[in-house]
């Protein structure tokens, strides 16, 4: 069988060399990598790098074959529409460039630096001639465009104008970006595995991460970077500190660190190496509840809950709680392998290109497939995020708690390019288990949890009462040229609702769970998972409800969302009264409200519809 990468996806002049990628964590605890560059410049005496062959069209003309081939919907391929929209992501990232489509008489006005040409496009109604159009444009750019112009960025614009008009998550990833997803998808990189912020104008670790360089070296949280090497770091941003910092594995950087407590500079000779950040973060809770927190699928993720569930279960772990909330997708492969860590047998995922398909069915092996699981999930949990859930849900394996998911039902292939840049292109849609597409639609959770918001003050503009779910939440669906699917059917109803009053102290619902960084004097990447009301009831659910079926789970919870709806109502008037709103039930003695009106008609003739005109009523006269 050949095989390839799919992906399910939520994501320069010079030559180009990585050096190190920076790891930040977001307020919400989401740890994310980015990668930067330097720009590498040749010697003097040195031959430079040739000049992009625009005219060429090889990065363009590779990526028509590839939609030709692998495409999942080639009734999208419109040659002329792809034509305008192409030249128009020129103009817009090209300032040299000024477009001026006529599609009314099938032509194209182009002027590179004062330099006009008009374009006839009525031939455009292939690909093929549409590639051919594309060169003469490109010719006129490339002789009019300045001196030592970046070309290759002219055909990256034009490639994914091109692709903007098949669907949202079809793009061409210029080396920089490239790199970016090869280090999320394989979730390791080259440095020394410190997490960094620019606190009050000084370059500070927020935490060393475990068995890496600068945590063996004792390098701690709060630790002020002061020196990189020979240089300061006062004057440089987060992004040139990290690019002075990072650099191939096992080669040698030195830190000057000022400490709290500390006298003088603490010098640090650290040697880079290849670093690999967790997705998987877990925690066992009372009740013997194993949390596992999932924040993107990079290669490795099913192994690591894997071991995070072994170590979990010999400390006493007895039901489960998998939260993919805000988790944005990654690759199909480890989505696939993580399902099948809690199911059986059945048909976790189908593809679906054409005429093709392929099923993913459940393996007998490890995992825990009798032990009751809630899955935690919110908006932004998409793709793969989407599949796990969608399978443990159809396969009434979970109970699903949260809100519902984003809705990205397709399936993307990475081509590698020559120049370094890479190819994501839709090639298949995917199916949950009974031939059910989310796209659009999203996944529907059993229980749905929506915030109510409260502030503290009633004073400005700023505070405002929230006690109702939005009427609409962004999703795949609000995407320009999002896919449509023929298996999407939107009948699901959440079993329950649950209004909850956000804690202000704490994250709100579909944000990740915060995180309590170390300590000044802790070297450890082990935080403290601070669980918020989503986590608290999902915890509650599993530890209350022992059963292996999502139906039973379900059923269960009822009595549950009962006694936690009563609990928030008082919550919600106690958090009311500070804003001077009686939100309390009115006194039983008081009986029920009647009314007793009675109109009469006016006896001055006929009256218009919208006209304003007196009654009398029983209790008086008015409008």
């Not at 960025?153 to 669907?167: F, H, I, P, Q, R």
Request: negative net charge; contains cysteine.
């Amino acid at each position: 069988m050949r095989s390839r990468l799919n992906l399910a996806l939520v994501v320069a002049a010079g030559a180009l060399a990585l050096v190190l990628t920076v790891v930040r964590q977001s307020p919400e605890g989401v740890v994310s990598i980015e990668l930067n560059t330097q720009e590498v410049r040749a010697a003097p005496g040195e031959p430079q790098a040739p000049r992009h062959d625009l005219s060429a069209l090889k990065i363009f003309n590779l990526t028509l074959l590839r939609i030709k081939d692998r495409y999942v919907d080639p009734a999208r391929v419109d040659p002329k529409k792809m034509l305008y929209a192409a030249l128009d992501s020129v103009q817009f990232n090209i300032p040299e460039v000024l477009v001026e489509p006529d599609p009314l008489h099938s032509k194209v006005r182009v002027t590179v630096n004062d330099k006009p040409e008009t374009f006839d496009t009525d031939d455009v109604d292939s690909p093929w001639r549409l590639a051919g159009k594309l060169k003469k444009v490109f010719r006129f750019i490339e002789i009019n465009m300045n001196a030592g112009a970046d070309l290759a960025k002219v055909e990256y614009a034009a490639v994914n104008g091109m692709l903007s008009t098949l669907d949202p998550h079809s793009i061409l990833m210029d080396p920089e970006q490239a790199r970016d997803m090869d280090v999320s998808t394989s979730g390791k990189f080259g440095g020394l595995g410190i997490v960094i912020r620019m606190i009050e104008r000084k370059l500070t670790v927020v935490k060393p991460m475990k068995d890496t360089p600068a945590w063996r070296k004792g390098i701690k949280s709060g630790d002020h970077i002061v020196r990189i090497n020979q240089e300061p770091t006062e004057n440089l941003t987060s992004n040139e500190a990290v690019d002075r910092m990072r650099g191939d594995p096992r080669t040698g950087v030195t830190l000057y660190i000022e400490r709290k407590g500390i006298d003088g500079l603490m010098r640090f000779d650290l040697i880079r190496d290849v670093i690999r950040v967790s997705q998987v973060e877990h925690k066992l809770l009372d009740k013997g509840v194993g949390y596992i927190r999932v924040k993107q699928f990079s290669k490795g993720i099913a192994s690591d809950v894997a071991d995070a569930m072994r170590e979990m279960s010999t400390k006493g772990a007895s039901s489960w709680v998998l939260d993919l909330r805000g988790n944005p997708g990654g690759l199909l492969e480890e989505a696939v392998q993580l399902s099948d860590l809690f199911v059986d047998n059945g048909t976790i995922v189908t593809t679906v290109s054409g005429r093709d398909r392929e099923a993913r069915r459940a393996e007998h092996g490890f995992g825990d497939t009798t032990s009751s699981l809630a899955v935690l999930v919110s908006a932004g949990s998409a793709s793969a995020s989407e599949i796990v859930a969608g399978a443990l849900k159809n396969l009434d394996r979970a109970a699903i708690v949260g809100t519902r998911t984003f809705g990205k039902g397709s399936v993307q292939e990475l081509y590698d390019n020559d120049d370094h840049s890479k190819l994501k292109l839709t090639i298949a849609q995917y199916l949950t288990p009974g031939d059910r597409s989310i796209q659009n639609l999203g996944i529907v959770p059993d229980i749905l949890l929506q915030r109510m918001y409260v502030p503290d003050k009633n004073d400005s503009p700023q505070d405002f009462v929230r006690l109702l779910a939005p009427t609409r939440t962004y999703g795949e669906k609000d995407l320009d040229a999002h896919l449509v699917s023929t298996y999407a059917r939107d009948v699901d109803k959440p079993a329950f609702e649950l209004p909850y009053l956000v804690d202000k102290k704490k994250p709100a619902a579909g944000a990740a769970p915060e995180v309590k960084p170390p300590d000044d004097d802790e070297a450890t990447d082990d935080d403290e998972v601070i669980e918020d009301f989503e986590i608290r009831f999902a915890k509650q659910l599993v530890s209350n409800v022992s059963a292996p079926t999502r139906p039973k789970l379900v059923a269960g919870a009822g009595r549950l969302v009962q006694a936690a709806r009563a609990d928030e109502e008082k919550k919600l008037v106690a958090a009311l009264q500070t804003v001077g709103v009686d939100w309390s039930a009115p006194p039983t003695a008081a009986g029920k409200p009647s009314l007793d009106v009675a109109l009469v008609a006016s006896s001055s003739g006929q009256v218009k519809a919208g006209e304003v005109r007196l009654c009398d009523s029983a209790h008086g006269t008015g409008l």
